[in-house]
């Protein structure tokens, strides 16, 4: 069955860099794009970005100077890499999917990872 | 960007009342738009997309609906375990947007 599962370090230095790891099983990335999206605790839903099938991204225009997406299809992974992190974006990161009859739409979430920013 | 405003921001609602959550488009998004239910600790889950499609293994009593650029989300008799936050989303556009969430909790 199709799963996502998040991984990365929890904790991170303010103006370091993130690294997160979306590790998928069930289907192929070359057939299924993988979206990033984070939820600061107790807030709501904002979109990161995305990796399409084909292998362009496209990213949120407000952090796409810091962000970069990227996969290693033979190992079924997708990676999150940003840059000069700072408290703000202390967050829950998810990944996401798009399900078999509802095209587009995140039908699959992995389990989310917590990512706090801070010295 | 595409603003959602979506409202209420909270509603407590009994058993088996009707319940109606709206998401207000900042522009035409045809019918790009999604709900989702979000319990505490969880992942969001799809109800609706494409604005009035049911998402496989969803109940019923769900129901989407569009008026120009005004999206409605309907539960027509709440049940115990409707509790939670929705959220639109719309994918008309770079960058998708979601909107601020509707806390639903039983009266």
């Known amino acids: ?119 | 960007d595409i603003q959602m405003t979506q409202s209420p921001a909270s509603l407590s609602a009994s058993l088996e009342e009707i319940v109606t959550i709206t998401c207000q488009a900042s522009q035409d998004i045809g019918n790009w738009l999604a709900w989702y239910q979000q319990k505490p600790g969880k992942s969001p889950q799809l109800l609706i997309h494409s604005a009035t499609s049911l998402a496989d293994g969803i109940p019923s009593r769900f129901s989407g609906s569009r008026s120009g650029t005004q999206y409605s989300l309907k539960i027509s008799r709440l049940q115990v375990e409707d509790t939670g936050i929705y959220y639109c989303l719309q994918r008309y556009s770079n960058p998708w947007t979601f909107g601020g969430g509707t806390k639903l909790e039983l009266k």
């Not at chain 1, 190992?75 to 967050?91: G, P, R």
């Open chain 1, 1 to 119: 069955q199709v799963q996502l599962k998040e991984s990365g370090p929890g904790l991170v230095q303010p103006s370091q860099t993130l690294s997160l790891t979306c590790t998928v099983s069930g289907f192929s990335l070359t057939s299924n794009s993988v979206h990033w999206v984070r939820q600061p605790p107790g807030k709501g839903l904002e979109w990161v970005g995305a990796i399409w099938s084909g292998g362009s991204t496209d990213y949120n225009s407000a952090l796409k100077s810091r962000l970069s997406i990227s996969r290693d299809t033979s190992k079924s992974q997708v990676f999150l890499k940003m840059n000069s992190l700072q408290t703000e974006d202390t967050a829950i990161y998810f990944c996401t999917r798009s399900g078999a009859v509802a095209k587009g739409w995140f039908a699959y979430w992995g389990q989310g990872t917590l990512v706090t920013v801070s010295s």
